[in-house]
C-alpha cells in the first residue's frame, strides 16, 4: 500500500487529504469492485462501511467516493498503458484523513490522482486549480492526462497469425 498526501493552499486556508490506497493486477474484473474503464476498477469499501480499525480514518459518503471514480476516470487511459496488457487493475482505498473544517470533496478526486502518480509512474496532471475568493473555496478545472510529447503508443502486431499466415502490420502491409 502506499499513502500520497495532497496539499492545496490558498490565502485564507487550504485543502489537505492523507490517502492511503493500494493496487493489484488481476486476470479477470473483481467483483464488487466500480468499473471506472475497460480495464480500471475501484474498491472504495474499507472507507464506505467499515469503521477504520485503527480508529485514524474517516468513513465518507457515497458522494464523495464518487470524486475517487471522477479522478480515476480522468487518468483511466494513463494507468491502463502502464499495466500489463489483457490484465485488470485494482485501485483499493483502504484510509482517508482530512481535516473536516477545511474540506472540499473535489479533493478527494485531486489526492486519488496525485496517488495513482506515485503508484503507476505517470506524469503529473495539470489541475487548474484556483481560488474563488467570493465563494471561499478552491475551483477545479479538470483536464484529462495527455501523454508527452514522443510518447504516442504504438501497437505491436504479430508477425503471423495462429495459422502461421503473415501479418499485415499497422501500415497495412504484409
Given amino acids: 500500500m502506499r499513502t500520497a498526501v495532497y496539499r492545496v493552499f490558498g490565502a ?66 494513463a494507468i491502463e498503458a502502464a499495466r500489463p496488457p489483457g490484465r485488470h487493475t485494482l485501485v483499493t482505498v483502504h484510509r482517508v484523513l482530512f481535516p473536516e473544517a477545511d474540506f472540499q470533496a473535489e479533493g478527494l478526486a485531486a489526492a486519488i490522482i496525485e496517488w495513482s502518480r506515485k503508484e503507476f509512474g505517470i506524469p503529473a496532471v495539470p489541475l487548474g486549480i484556483s481560488f474563488d475568493r467570493a465563494a471561499n473555496r478552491f475551483a477545479f478545472a479538470w483536464r ?21 499466415r503473415p501479418l499485415p502490420d499497422e501500415r497495412g502491409t504484409e
Avoid: M
Avoid at 45 to 65: A, I, M
Avoid at 147 to 152: H, M, N, Q, T
Fill in 12 to 77: 485564507t486556508w487550504g485543502i489537505a487529504i492523507d490517502l492511503t490506497a493500494g493496487s493489484a493486477s488481476v486476470a479477470a474484473p473483481p467483483h464488487g469492485a466500480q468499473r471506472i474503464s475497460d480495464r480500471l476498477w475501484l474498491d472504495a469499501t474499507p472507507v464506505l462501511e467499515h469503521p477504520p480499525t485503527d480508529r485514524s480514518g474517516l468513513r465518507l459518503t457515497p458522494d464523495e467516493v464518487g470524486w475517487f471514480g471522477h479522478g480515476l476516470g480522468l487518468i483511466a487511459e
Fill in 144 to 164: 484529462t492526462h495527455q501523454p508527452p510529447p514522443g510518447a504516442e503508443v504504438r501497437r505491436k502486431y504479430p508477425a503471423r497469425d495462429l495459422l502461421g
